[in-house]
């Protein structure tokens, strides 16, 4: 398994940003896709971004797409999330979580490892 700690939340306004950054203790960080995901109260975890493992493909969901974007640092061992434009529906937990294999999934149930999670909250 691998060790992740996110980092960068808070409470900003809508339309701020922030940008998580996911920090993996691992020997070859790009063995492993990794992806977001979030969880608001009272709802089911939501997928919001995955990279493969030398980050040539990412991809990020309906509901962020064009005001999120997902990259990594392989060299830092280091993946982040930028978030522009930021609204209250984005308030939540965000995790990061891995999986070892180079293809990203969208389903959480691919992933192998996970972190505590960073708390972001939106107030309009």
């Known amino acids: 398994q691998v060790h992740l700690v996110e980092s960068g939340g808070g409470l900003v306004q809508t339309g701020a940003s922030l940008r998580l950054s996911c920090a993996a203790s691992?020997?070859?960080?790009?063995?492993?896709?990794m992806g977001w995901f979030r969880q608001a109260p009272g709802k089911e975890r939501e997928f919001v971004a995955a990279?493969?493992?030398?980050?040539?493909?990412?991809y990020v969901s309906d509901s962020v797409k064009g005001r999120f974007t997902i990259s990594r640092d392989n060299a830092k061992n280091t993946m982040y999330l930028q978030m522009n434009g930021l609204k209250p529906e984005d308030t939540a937990v965000y995790h990061c979580a891995a999986r070892f294999g180079i293809m990203w999934k969208a389903s959480g149930d691919e992933y192998d490892s996970w972190g505590q999670g960073t708390r972001v909250t939106v107030s309009s």
């Open positions: 691992v020997r070859t960080f790009s063995n492993y896709a």
């Open positions: 990279i493969s493992g030398r980050g040539v493909n990412t």
